[in-house]
């Protein structure tokens, strides 16, 4: 009895020397410019807009239909290469007389990319070929998908809510393709 005590007391004791090593092991906490990026972000959430949605200081690198009546767009910040991506649900279709009506669904900013990696709106997951995926992936220049997915998240198809995911199937096409 007296052996599991201290062996408890130890084990105890030993928990509470490294407690504060666990405590720095947290996340860091993002910069004042990561947090302000992120408001940026999230600032777009419910914006209602027609055709297109112009951002000063980034540009529109194009997007698409997810699936109706998602669509998702991607900006690049000019100065730094960071990313924007923009969820977006269809409300009222083009007619003759005036262009489609969306609201902005989601937002989520990305930081640049580390060096030979590249950020995409163009990934699938598995067998399922439905573009709902973004990722940071690398790979070789001769190949059309890159499975090297650093980094990766899913758009809800009911909803344009972006989630990050595990990296595990989730292939990017080569934007160099």
């Known amino acids: 009895m007296a052996s599991i005590t201290h062996a408890l007391s130890c084990v ?8 504060p090593g666990f405590a720095a092991a947290e996340p860091k906490q993002p910069s004042e410019e990561e947090s302000a990026d992120v408001s940026l972000a999230k600032s777009y959430i419910g914006k209602t807009y027609d055709d297109e949605l112009d951002i000063q200081g980034w540009t529109d690198l194009g997007g698409g239909l997810v699936s109706p009546p998602i669509y998702v767009r991607q900006y690049q910040r000019e100065e730094d290469g960071a990313n924007l991506v923009l969820t977006s649900r269809e409300v009222a279709k083009a007619t003759a007389d005036a262009p489609a009506s969306y609201v902005v669904s989601d ?3 990305v930081p640049k990319p580390q060096k030979d990696v590249s950020f995409s709106i163009a990934c699938v997951q598995g067998e399922d070929p439905m573009l709902k995926f973004l990722g940071e992936a690398k790979g070789s220049e001769d190949k059309e998908w890159w499975s090297d997915v650093r980094r990766a998240w899913e758009i809800s198809i009911e909803t344009g809510q972006i989630a990050s995911v595990k990296t595990k199937g989730v292939r990017c096409t080569n934007p160099g393709w």
């Open 107 to 109: 937002a989520l900013f």
């Open 12 to 19: 105890l004791l030993a928990a509470f020397a490294l407690a």
